[in-house]
């Protein structure tokens, strides 16, 4: 699969099932300036961690037809329980590159992670039951055990602003203090809020070197396009922000996961809302 080089000025998609994944766009951005970016957050059905993997597949395919339709040259599954479960549905459905957030984040565990050393994962539930972390570590380093972790509270807990509260610290100790005990040393945010409470982790359990999927997602997809001669160079690129459902805490929100100036938010409709 290749991409033209005149192909190099269109628009990369990057989706998530809300506005998390606004810190894997913030990244983008950063390595890739020049680059036009478009971002869907289907904010009207949030959460997909609750969802069935059905449900989850169609409205990422609901998501990736919006993106296709603005004839974007790469998509950016910016959400950790879609990358689990539609990666290969959208892969079918295109020929552009489709990338998800798993396999960087696993990828940069293992170059950076000694074989012997125990890594952690935290995750919503549905990532954690879909196994796609442990697939990944399989394919990539198959000796290697992963102590995952559940962690619903901490989504909400970012969202509503007390990342660094004293109830943050009371949850991430219930949640992270078992998995210290057993001795992980690196720890994987599997979820694309979880880098805003990176630093209160790093507080808490200061020995512990944490995998960020954004980063790390990032640079793949800048490797990505440079192997098919897609980058693009030259001006900085447009940020467009397109959301299935508004309100005004969203825009506070949005000023949480990407501080930049974009050059659209708005509502788009898809599927059946």
């Known amino acids: 699969m290749s991409l033209d ?54 409205y990422s395919r609901e998501i990736a037809e919006f993106l296709i339709a603005r004839d974007v040259k790469a998509i950016v599954v910016a959400c950790n329980t879609a990358s689990s479960y539609a990666l290969d549905a959208l892969r079918g459905m ?23 050393s125990t890594a ?39 969202e509503e602003g007390y990342a660094e509260s004293q109830a943050a610290d009371l949850i991430l100790r219930d949640y992270l203090g078992p998995m210290v ?27 512990l070197k944490l995998i960020d999927s954004a980063e790390e997602t990032a640079a793949e997809l800048k490797n990505l396009l440079a192997d098919r001669g897609a980058l693009r160079s030259g001006t900085k690129g447009s940020v467009e922000l397109y959301v299935s459902d508004m309100t005004e805490s969203m825009r506070a929100l949005k000023e949480l996961f990407f501080e930049g100036a974009v050059d659209r938010f708005e509502i788009a409709h898809i599927g059946e809302q």
């Open 94 to 116: 295109t020929d552009i590159p489709v990338l998800g957030v798993i396999d960087p984040a696993v990828r940069s565990l293992t170059q950076k992670a000694p074989r012997k």
């Open 181 to 207: 005990e057993r001795g992980v040393e690196y720890l994987l945010l599997g979820c694309t809020h979880y880098p805003l409470i990176a630093q209160a982790i790093l507080r808490l359990y200061p020995h």
């Open 5 to 58: 080089a005149d192909r190099a000025s269109l628009p990369v998609g990057v989706f998530d099932s809300g506005l998390g994944g606004l810190t894997v766009l913030k990244e983008i951005h950063k390595v890739l300036p020049s680059e036009n970016l478009i971002y869907f957050g289907d904010t009207a059905r949030v959460p997909y961690g609750n969802k069935s993997a059905a449900t989850i597949i169609r």
């Open 120 to 158: 952690g994962l935290i995750a919503t539930k549905s990532t954690i039951a879909s196994h796609a972390y442990d697939a990944a570590l399989e394919r990539h380093r198959g000796d290697q055990f992963l102590v995952s972790r559940a962690c619903p509270l901490l989504v909400p807990l970012i």
